[in-house]
């Protein structure tokens, strides 16, 4: 039914996109087009092109800040996937949507990249811990489905560099003759990436017995796994529930009690009254501190100058005060 619906949808968006084509809003032959779901995915594409990002069309799809979990193509959006050069997409469970819109892609030449797929064995399944409020979902489907991976694979800097090389890799093929500039561009972005890795190594060897606790969603798996670090949280990453039980507040209250971090972690744009009604029933003393998933980043956060490293230099500032 989904494939019927999209299908249906692309050939009514193709067709309004043909009229349109004297209004300018067709795609030049030579240009190189470039659609990317999230934000992180967009910023490597435009580091990467360096100087030559101007000469291209490179499409963010999810610019108003929407979150990735929620976000379904318009009928614009479908006619820009399938008519484009190179879609970049997490690949995960929210992607749903992917291989239908591949598969009535107009330009039979399309390349793609799946963030998970190119990870490989690097991606992980994920995963619900002590204390965590598990998803409301039937058994039989979850069984049907087989296991969920975590798609939050950007928030590793040691992804990131795969992924970028990964998507240095693809934009050669399509554009040989940038070759040279593409790949010191990417060299030079991912030196900058493993600087940023380093600093963050250093901190948590500096506090070897951190253990971040969420009362909130917890999309850093990734993260968390790079340092050794332990967690607790209320909702694994990708979960759509928004209301933690009375055993989950009691249980994330209790670990602020045990641990005293002195701090309660939420996301960006969260209204914190998990973190708040968790903080409230316990007797420790903590304040509560945001760190960004980079999963909800829009167009004016992109125009005040948000990139991938200034947010991920953020969350480490943020921890850096918080630990020290």
């Known amino acids: 039914m989904f494939k019927k619906i999209t299908a249906l949808m692309l050939c009514g968006a193709l067709a309004a996109s043909f009229s349109g084509c004297a209004e300018g809003s067709a795609k030049k032959t030579d240009d190189l087009s470039i659609v990317c779901t999230i934000f992180p995915e967009y910023d490597w594409v435009r580091q990467i092109l360096g100087s030559h990002a101007d000469e291209a069309q490179i499409t963010y799809l999810l610019d108003s800040g929407a ?22 997409y997490a690949g995960g469970e929210s992607d749903h949507w992917v291989e239908d819109a591949l598969s009535e892609a107009e330009n039979k030449e399309i390349r793609s990249i799946s963030l998970l797929e190119t990870l490989g064995d ?6 619900l811990i ?13 069984e049907e489905e087989g296991p969920e ?41 991912n030196a900058q990436l493993d600087e940023l890795d380093g600093k963050f190594s250093l901190l948590f060897d500096d506090h070897p017995d951190t253990t971040l606790i969420f009362g909130d969603r917890f999309p850093f798996r990734y993260f968390v796994d ?16 928004t209301e933690a039980s009375f055993d989950t507040v009691t249980f994330l209250a209790g670990k602020l009690e045990e641990l005293d971090p002195g701090v309660l972690f939420t996301l960006e744009g969260s209204d914190q009254k998990i973190a708040e009604t968790i903080i409230s029933n316990s007797a420790a003393d903590a304040q509560i501190a945001e760190l960004n998933s980079i999963q909800s980043v829009n167009s004016q956060q992109i125009s005040d100058g948000a990139s991938y490293l200034s947010l991920m230099e953020k969350n480490y500032e943020t921890l850096k005060e918080v630990l020290k």
């Not at 690097?122 to 995963?127: F, T, V, Y």
């Not at 790079?226 to 529930?241: K, T």
Request: hydrophobic share 30%; aromatic share 10%.
């Open 130 to 142: 002590e204390g965590m409020e598990p998803e409301e979902e039937e058994e039989e489907e979850a």
């Open 226 to 241: 790079d340092y050794g670090v332990d967690y607790y949280a209320a909702f694994v990453g990708c979960s759509a529930e």
């Open 149 to 189: 991976y975590d798609e939050h694979v950007w928030l590793s800097l040691r992804n990131a560099q795969t992924l970028c090389t990964a998507i240095t890799d693809q934009l050669c093929q399509i554009k040989p003759e940038l070759e040279s500039d593409l790949r010191s561009n990417c060299d030079s972005y």
């Open 67 to 88: 979150d990735l979990h929620n976000y379904q193509p318009t009928a614009a959006d479908m006619v820009k996937i399938t008519t484009c050069d190179l879609f970049i």
């Open 122 to 127: 690097l991606a992980k399944e994920e995963e």
